[in-house]
């Protein structure tokens, strides 16, 4: 049973940098956790 309908790599990481470079991808294999950081660009 598929949960997903899902084949292949994707391509939405690449999208997101390209568009806002200011993002951190984190992944913590002790943990099992995969993290995204999107930082606020700053106020003048």
Request: net charge neutral; proline share 5%; aromatic share 10%.
């Amino acid at each position: 049973m598929d949960l997903l309908n899902y084949k292949g790599i994707g391509s939405g990481i690449v999208r997101c940098l390209q568009i806002y470079p200011d993002i951190d991808f984190i992944n913590d294999k002790e943990a099992e956790e995969f993290k995204v950081i999107i930082k606020k660009p700053k106020l003048i």
